[in-house]
T-cell receptor, first 111, second 118 residues
Framework: EDKVVQSPLSLVVHEGDTVTLNCSYEVTNFRSLLWYKQEKKAPTFLFMLTSSGIEKKSGRLSSILDKKELFSILNITATQTGDSAVYLCAVRTGTASKLTFGTGTRLQVTL | GAVVSQHPSWVICKSGTSVKIECRSLDFQATTMFWYRQFPKQSLMLMATSNEGSKATYEQGVEKDKFLINHASLTLSTLTVTSAHPEDSSFYIC??????????????FGNGTRLTVT
């Protein structure tokens, strides 16, 4: 059975802090790893990673994948209150492009 | 950008009735759509893969007779929760992949439907 595990489950930080969110996986037929941000409703897409060691960056967010050790991290620098959300890691497997989601990390950024 | 519209956004129904949830891709075609279920403070659990013009593929433990999926066109998939019970109360989210893009392109999510069964 495919498994995606995220840590920590929840995190409270002060505005301006830097956070690192972790995602490890055990799946068969790996295709890619995706990060999503979920505030109240639909998850919104952040990054898709397919190759090891290549950092993807978007503003204050960045992510990298290690296919040998089977994990990914999502970094957020200079956090803002608007970053408060649940961050979901998902792994795509097989030909059907099925996504298996991790448990999510609930991030709260306080003033 | 690609938009997925899900309707209704919330619904309350009585135990024993059926509820239909629609998922539409507004500006792209989707031969494949996915239905997820999310309990409070938990992650998204894949229920089934909906394939246009053919039967849906259900995940282990999901009752196909209870959660009927129809994907009759390239832009619409429906999930019908039949004979709903209070334990079916949950947040249901659909997602779709743009058929014109490669298989590894990101999925686009609807805004979800919060179902409450009384």
């Amino acid at each position: 059975e495919d498994k995606v595990v995220q840590s920590p489950l929840s995190l409270v930080v002060h505005e301006g802090d830097t956070v690192t969110l972790n995602c490890s996986y055990e799946v068969t037929n790996f295709r890619s790893l995706l990060w999503y941000k979920q505030e109240k409703k639909a998850p919104t897409f952040l990054f898709m990673l397919t190759s090891s060691g290549i950092e993807k960056k978007s503003g204050r967010l960045s992510s990298i994948l290690d296919k040998k050790e089977l994990f990914s991290i999502l970094n957020i620098t200079a956090t803002q209150t608007g970053d408060s959300a649940v961050y979901l890691c998902a792994v795509r497997t097989g030909t059907a492009s099925k996504l298996t989601f991790g448990t999510g990390t609930r991030l709260q950024v306080t003033l | 950008g690609a938009v997925v519209s899900q309707h209704p956004s919330w619904v309350i129904c009585k135990s024993g009735t059926s509820v239909k949830i629609e998922c539409r891709s507004l500006d792209f075609q989707a031969t494949t759509m996915f239905w997820y279920r999310q309990f409070p403070k938990q992650s998204l659990m894949l229920m089934a893969t909906s394939n246009e013009g053919s039967k849906a593929t259900y995940e282990q433990g999901v009752e196909k007779d209870k959660f009927l999926i129809n994907h009759a066109s390239l832009t619409l998939s429906t999930l019908t929760v039949t004979s709903a019970h209070p334990e079916d109360s949950s947040f249901y989210i659909c997602s779709a992949r743009d058929s014109a893009r490669d298989r590894d392109s990101p999925l686009h999510f609807g805004n979800g439907t919060r179902l409450t069964v009384t």
